[in-house]
């Protein structure tokens, strides 16, 4: 037997292609896509600081070139790999105020739409904080062959096809789930692979790590004010005080606590009442993963993956982690 037990992210997509009717070829192709696209940017993450893309989009580089913004790159590459790939008939990103339409020879047939923030974290990018991309794929709803409308994408989350996050971060990972068990890889870079490293996540059922930006707490319901107090009181038996940790990029966040356990909320505030993020970039697929992991997502009043998208660029108020420690958030934000 060959002692070579890795599995690459491609291997692997192949090996699950059967077990999900809706899975086939094409849908595998685009995960792939995904999966080079990511590589892409963990590259153009990794050099930043070399290559002069950090910072505003607009002001120029040393050569007299116009230095474009490292969010706006990671777009143009995911819709580039999209595009190429074939399977993806239109994106909505949060880069982009509008549908982005694939009008290649190649994608006349495209099956698939996806919905991405292809860089998030935009406070964290020039300073070398960790950082990620987020994704949905969902199948379109509209006939095969015309243009892709929001009706595409405005499809809960309960009927996403695949949910998944890269973070750039001490290494690159890649976590996603199609709805049957959460998969993480990790970027090997000397074979530039993606590779099988966290097999079926699981969050657990408690922690100890709330993460909230408390900067804007006198602006947070009342009943969130007394849940930080809560986690900030000491009791032995339930692990408190808790740890705060907030690093701002809500990947980085996420996968941290679903590693841990912890909760993550983004609250409604008097500045913004929906919260600051966005239903179909962040939420939806951040939600089922945690979801698939075991934890729990909601907005406080129903269940992320429930909500009828009504607007592209939609924001929600989020309570996502581990499922004891949302639930009790949720026993003080109704008190
Ligand atoms: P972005 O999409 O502009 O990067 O904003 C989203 C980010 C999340 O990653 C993070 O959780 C949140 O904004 C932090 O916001 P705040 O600084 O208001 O706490
Ligand atoms: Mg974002």
Redesign the pocket.
């Known amino acids: 037997m060959s002692k070579f037990k890795i599995t690459t992210l491609g291997q692997f997509i192949i090996e699950r292609q059967n077990e999900y009717p809706e899975a086939q070829g094409a849908f595998s192709r685009l995960l792939r896509d995904i999966g080079i696209a990511a590589k892409v940017i963990s590259r153009e993450v990794n050099r930043a600081g070399l290559a002069e893309i950090l910072g505003e989009a607009g002001k120029e580089n040393i050569q007299g070139e116009d230095v474009k913004k490292l969010?706006i790159i990671a777009n143009e590459l995911m819709i580039d790999c999209l595009t190429r790939g074939g399977e993806c008939c239109a994106i909505a990103s949060?880069e982009d105020d509008d549908i982005v339409q694939i009008d290649s020879p190649v994608s006349k047939n495209a099956n698939y739409v996806v919905t991405m923030?292809p860089?998030?974290?935009?406070?964290?990018i020039d300073v070398n904080v960790s950082?990620?991309t987020i994704f949905c794929i969902y199948k379109r709803v509209t006939p095969i062959g015309t243009p892709a409308t929001t009706e595409d994408f405005f499809q809960k989350g309960n009927k996403m096809l695949a949910g998944g996050y890269v973070i750039y971060g001490s290494s690159t990972m890649l976590v996603y789930t199609t709805g049957n068990g959460v998969n993480g890889f990790t970027l090997d870079p000397s074979i530039g692979e993606f590779c099988l490293s966290h097999p079926n996540m699981k969050i657990p059922k408690d922690g100890k790590i709330y993460s909230i930006?408390e900067?804007?707490r006198l602006e947070m319901p009342e009943g969130i004010k007394d849940y930080i107090s809560w986690c900030q009181e000491a009791d032995k038996p339930t692990n408190r005080p808790y740890s705060a940790r907030?690093?701002?990029?809500?990947?980085?966040?996420i996968h941290r606590n679903l590693s841990k356990g912890g909760i993550?909320i983004?609250p409604p505030t008097a500045k913004?009442p929906n919260g600051?993020?966005?239903l179909l970039?962040?939420c939806n697929p951040i939600s089922f993963i945690i979801e698939q992991a075991g934890g729990k997502s909601t907005t406080g009043k129903e269940r992320i993956l429930d909500i009828q998208p009504n607007d592209l660029h939609q924001r929600v108020p989020i309570f996502c982690g581990s499922e004891n420690m949302v639930n009790k958030a949720l026993e003080y934000l109704n008190k």
């Open positions: 969010d949060e923030d860089l998030d974290g935009s406070s964290n950082i990620g930006n900067g804007n907030y690093i701002g990029s809500m990947v980085a966040d993550f983004y913004v600051k993020l966005r970039y962040e």
